[in-house]
């Protein structure tokens, strides 16, 4: 038995400095009843992979004990600080009743990799899971990316979510033209937001801030830019649709874009069709005398741009700031999925004062002791084991990158939740019992640092609430983290 397990993990597998005795069995090749009884898991984030992840692992075992730590003094995620205001999304409930069990706790305000290390949760749990997501952008890497005017849309969306990391980003919407590059459903967000009429978002969770800036924005033109062609867009068709609607703006598509693109769609898996049928609708045909009323009174638009790679942004004549874009002319090569945009040679300039790149999410390494692929910006894991580290596992965007929505992420938790509970029952996590929660608290007491509980987070709830009462709001929504601690009188 011994001998087949140390195979299973890979003898680099046990740390150096506690190789079990000449003779023994590794503790956790044996079947333990103590921790099969009590198993102490901790969860890393508390967005939709932690509270999905301790969701299953409550509901599969009767008696695990669920600790859920978080940086921010906030449960939630990117539910809170990315899903956009005007799209409020209703798991926070289901997040709560599993936040309310009496084997899960959730403690904020603490950060891992800082304020305690990934190796000292493991001496306190059984095992570890790592589900703090993706809280880096992609950089575009082309000259000007660092001029004012040029910010990440993930920064943008944090802005407006209240994430207190981006409340001094101040974005300058003194322009005419905006330029988001990127053509999933966070860049169809970010234009979204930027032209509704104020007075739609007034009732959202929008933070005052954001609704004080937007009121005085003079951009009315916002163009999404994409490599590829209409059949590889990266949004969803229900975010389209709402785009096309949009009060106020109308959509701008070139016909040309187009052609041919009748006879490819007949091919396509089926929602992939109904989203490009859409497009070409809205690109070719002529609408109706209630739409194109809709569309001349309209004081926006927005307009989608394909075939377009960004080299680079633009200076102002004075080279403080960005003043627009300089994209490479592409053309695509290759079938399905293969499919890649290779430059043509020919070179076009588009003006703009705001440039917001949404090329995707990255994630962080967390710890030096967690292997990390920074190439591809996740924690290298086999099902959500991660690779050569027994007892740390990991679940949602960290585990296979920033792709997917909230149903993804559920399935994707739920089998790293799987995995751990198998891993449990065949004796491969550590034997014994952990001391969970009780060792992090002294740890973290030691180092000045106040968790924030579940039942903090509930006070700070009933304060947005009473605040957004005022002026019809769901929610004001605190932004500043010291503000949120002193009102628990941390």
């Known amino acids: 038995m011994a001998s087949r397990c140390w195979r299973w993990w890979g003898w680099s597998a046990w740390p150096r400095t506690r190789l079990p005795p000449a003779g023994s069995t590794p503790s956790f090749c044996h ?71 009496g084997r899960c706790a959730f403690w904020g305000n603490v950060e891992v990799g800082r304020d305690v290390t990934v190796p000292e949760l493991q001496e306190a749990y059984h095992a570890v899971v790592l589900s703090y997501g993706a809280e880096d952008h992609r950089a575009l890497e082309i ?8 910010c990440s849309a993930r920064a943008f969306v944090g802005w407006y979510n209240g994430l207190p990391e981006n409340q001094e980003l101040e974005p300058d919407l003194s322009c005419d033209t905006a330029v988001i590059l990127g053509q999933g459903n966070v860049a169809l967000d970010v234009a979204r937001i930027l032209l509704t009429p104020p007075e739609h978002l007034e009732r959202t969770d929008i933070t005052k801030a954001a609704l004080g800036v937007l009121r005085q924005s003079r951009v009315k033109t916002v163009w999404l830019v994409g490599r ?57 045909e002529k609408p109706g005398p209630a739409e194109a009323a809709r569309q001349a009174s ?41 499919t890649r945009a290779v430059p043509t040679g020919d070179m076009e300039d588009l003006p703009c004062g705001l440039v917001l790149s949404s090329i995707g ?39 296979r990158g920033p792709t997917g929505v909230i149903a993804t992420t559920m399935t994707d938790s739920f089998l790293t939740g799987q995995m751990l509970l198998q891993d449990l029952k065949a004796g491969l996590l550590p034997s014994g019992p952990r001391p969970g929660y009780a060792a992090i608290q002294a ?48």
């Not at 000259?143 to 040029?150: A, I, N, R, S, Y």
């Open 31 to 101: 079947h333990f009843s103590t921790q099969e009884k009590t198993p102490q898991i901790c969860v890393v984030g508390s967005g939709p992979a932690g509270f999905y992840t301790a969701q299953h692992l409550l509901k599969q075992h009767p008696q695990a004990h669920v600790d859920i730590y978080e940086k921010q003094p906030v449960p939630f995620g990117l539910v809170r600080f990315g899903v956009a205001p005007d799209h409020p999304e209703n798991v926070i409930n289901t997040f709560t009743q599993t936040a309310h069990s």
């Open 143 to 150: 000259p000007g990316e660092e001029l004012p005017g040029v």
């Open 228 to 284: 590829r062609g209409p059949l590889q867009v990266a949004f969803t068709i229900k975010e389209l649709r709402e785009m096309i609607q949009l009060p106020g703006a109308r959509p701008i598509l070139d016909p040309v874009d187009f052609l041919g693109l009748q006879d490819k769609i007949k091919e396509v898996p089926r929602p992939r069709k109904r989203l490009t049928e859409l497009l070409l609708r809205t690109a070719t």
């Open 298 to 338: 309209a004081s926006r638009a927005w307009g989608l741009r394909f075939f377009r790679s960004p080299q680079q942004v633009l200076p102002s004549p004075d080279g403080r700031r960005a003043a627009g874009v300089r994209l490479a002319v592409t053309r695509l090569e290759g079938v399905d999925e293969a």
């Open 361 to 399: 999410y990255k994630s962080r390494p967390v710890d030096p002791s967690v292997p990390f692929d920074s190439k591809l910006g996740v924690i290298p894991n086999v099902e959500g084991r991660v690779m050569d580290v027994p007892g740390l596992y990991c679940s949602g965007w960290v585990k």
């Open 443 to 490: 740890l973290l007491s030691s180092r000045g640092v106040r968790p924030v509980s579940f039942s903090d987070w509930e006070k700070l709830d009933a304060e947005e609430v009473a605040r957004g009462q005022g002026t019809g709001k769901p929610r004001e929504k605190l932004v500043d983290p010291q503000e949120m601690l002193r009102l628990l009188g941390h």
